[in-house]
């Protein structure tokens, strides 16, 4: 019973109360009877309260069934604690262990870390002296780059002065040329206006009549204009009827391309001018 009362207090006690009140009860039923017996002068009614078995069993049975969800609760919980401790603990386990194996890697991570650096040492070392000896050798390289530069500026100069003096050379030659042939059509045009003129008599020397010949390439006379008079009417007319009698003028040919020279052309007549 001791072992009962260990394993299901609560059941032991309702237990215990049930057949207390019982007891009671039979007591009381028996009381009642007796007193009936005795006072048969004024009879009187009394009541009996009857315990059903039925019901006592049912309340036995909750009590049992309760007893047995409390034991059930406190065995879940108990399994349940024990579970979570085991979990703890081997959660504990395997941080333990994955510190032991994070110390491990850190430590090889330090270790690789390390040789990494001295070999990062060791390749600085010898770029630094690559890089040493590339600058030597490209500050030669720089300074006969620069010695041969110089040379090839000093050749070019010289080369573009020379080129620069045979170009002037030709421009004046080409110059020359062309005023050479400038200046002998000037002279036919003059030679043959010069020709063509009937000079008036009694005409006083120094007299000078400048004139503005319109020409076309073929040499043709299209306009004359007086752009300066000599102060002689009859003068200023016979030059401009020269003119116009000595038209088509020689002209250069037209690939020498000086027709532009000779389009608008001033021709002053003089009158001491020899023919």
Known sequence: MLELFKKSPRFFVGALLV????????????????KERAATAVPESVKVTTIDESEVKKELAKLKAKDDREAKR????TRKRKAE?????DLKKKREADQKKEKQR????EKKEKELKDKQRKEEAR??????????????????????????????????????????????????????????YMN??????????????SISKGLVSELRVKLIPSGEVIDIELSKSSGDAAY???????????????????ETGLFEVF?????PMRADKKT
């Open 74 to 77: 406190k065995k879940e919980l």
């Open 188 to 201: 036919l045009i003059e030679a043959k206006v010069y020709r063509y003129w009937v000079k008036p008599p």
């Open 106 to 109: 850190l430590a090889l991570l």
């Open 236 to 254: 200023d007319k016979s030059v401009t009827a020269a003119v116009k009698n000595a038209s088509p003028l020689p002209l250069p040919p037209a």
């Open 19 to 34: 057949h207390v009140l019982i007891i009671v009860l039979f007591g009381v039923g028996f009381h009642f009877k007796s």
């Open 127 to 184: 770029l630094e002296e690559l890089e040493r000896k590339r600058k030597i050798e490209e500050e030669k390289q720089d300074k006969a780059r620069k010695e041969q530069a110089l040379k090839d500026k000093l050749r070019a100069e010289d080369e573009k002065m020379k080129a620069e003096q045979q170009a002037a050379a030709l421009r004046k030659a080409e110059l020359k040329k062309r005023q050479t042939t400038i200046d002998k």
């Open 85 to 89: 401790e085991k979990r703890l603990a």
């Open 263 to 267: 389009r608008d052309l001033h021709l």
